[in-house]
């Protein structure tokens, strides 16, 4: 008699983990997250965070212009730019932005783009940060290397066989 009952245990236990690993398939499946893919010479990273921002030392000026973004579900939205020297190619014609940063002059932008094509030299020592992480873009690939911005939506697949950028080592490697 002890037998039976312990057959149906392990029958109701066996078709409770069947239907778990079932609706757990099908939720990584169709499960999606919004991340913003950094792709730089032959690297593939990615986050989550909506806004980051690119920073780098203008080649003309010699000092720091920083471009906010903020990914939308359609790109990614420049919102403000700030730089600390005014002269060729800033855009002074765009309101200022809200809010001043010490040191910088900022103007408030808010230019859609499909995704973000961005060449990279060891000179101007570009940069991409985005929450509490500063990557060193520029040591990541050769100079002139290009680096592709794209929001992106992921499946949960999607994830667990790419990197989180910040998880990468300081030059790129896995």
Known sequence: MSKQ??????????AALMAALVFFVLW????????VEVQVDGTTCYFTEPNFELRWIHSV???WWEEQYQRTDDGLLLT????????????STEALA???????????????????????SRLTKGELNYADHRLLIHEWAPDYSEVTVTPKTY???????KDFCHELASDGSR
């Open 98 to 120: 809200p809010i001043q940063k010490p040191g910088y002059l900022g103007y408030q932008i808010n230019e859609k783009l499909p995704s973000l094509n961005w060449v990279v």
């Open 5 to 14: 009952p312990s057959k149906r245990l392990w029958l109701l236990t066996s």
């Open 28 to 35: 990584a499946s169709v499960s999606q997250q919004p991340v």
């Open 61 to 63: 000026e010699k000092q």
């Open 80 to 91: 403000t730019t700030y730089f600390e020297a005014f002269g060729a190619g800033t855009p």
């Open 155 to 161: 499946h949960l697949i999607d994830r667990l066989q």
